[in-house]
C-alpha cells in the first residue's frame, strides 16, 4: 500500500511532547542539509511516500563502537554536539528496518534509481543483525546508506 505524502504529513504542527519518537527522527531527517544539496529532503519524501515498506527508520552520524572499556573520545566523535547550537543536525547515515528482507532490497533498489547517493548495504547476517537489534531470530530487514 502506497500512502500519499499528505496522508503522512503532520495536519498541524506537533509538540514535542505529542510526536512520537518516530516522528522527532523523521524531523530531525528533513531538517538535515548534507552538502549543501536537497538529497536528504528528498530522501525523507521518498521515506514518507513508502511508508508501507519500513518500519522504522534512524538517522545517526555513525555506528558507536563498545564502551564497555571507556575508550578515549572518538576523532569526530562529537561532530553532532557541535553543531547542535548552529541547529544542525549532523548525520551521514541512514538505517532502515522493514519488516522483511524483500522490502529492504526493495528500497534500496529504489535508492539507486532514484539516484538517493550514498553506499547502501543490506545486512543479511542473522547474528549481527539480532545482536544489534537487541532481539532474537526476527526476520527483519536492515537496510543502511552512507554519505562520506
Known amino acids: 500500500m502506497v500512502v500519499s505524502l499528505e496522508e503522512l504529513q503532520w495536519t498541524k ?4 511532547r505529542d510526536a512520537t519518537v518516530q516522528e522527532i527522527q523523521l524531523e530531525l ?4 542539509t548534507f552538502n549543501g544539496t536537497s538529497t536528504v529532503r528528498k530522501i525523507y519524501e ?16 555513525r555506528a558507536s563502537p563498545n564502551y564497555r572499556d571507556a ?24 538505517f532502515v528496518l522493514t519488516r522483511t528482507r524483500a ?7 529504489m535508492a539507486e534509481a532514484e539516484e538517493w547517493g550514498g553506499m547502501s548495504r ?3 547476517d542473522q547474528t ?3 545482536n544489534a537489534l537487541g532481539t532474537g531470530r526476527q526476520e527483519y530487514g536492515l537496510l543502511s546508506i552512507w554519505w562520506d
Open 122 to 124: 543490506i545486512y543479511e
Open 13 to 16: 504542527p506537533l509538540s514535542l
Open 103 to 109: 522490502d529492504a532490497r526493495q528500497l534500496a533498489q
Open 71 to 94: 575508550p578515549p573520545l572518538l576523532i569526530g566523535g562529537l561532530i553532532k554536539l557541535r553543531d547542535l547550537d548552529d541547529n544542525i543536525w549532523n548525520a551521514d547515515q541512514l
Open 128 to 130: 549481527a543483525m539480532d
Open 46 to 61: 521518498r521515506l514518507m511516500h513508502h511508508h508501507a515498506l519500513w518500519q522504522a527508520v534512524y538517522w545517526i552520524d
Open 29 to 32: 531527517i528533513r531538517r538535515t
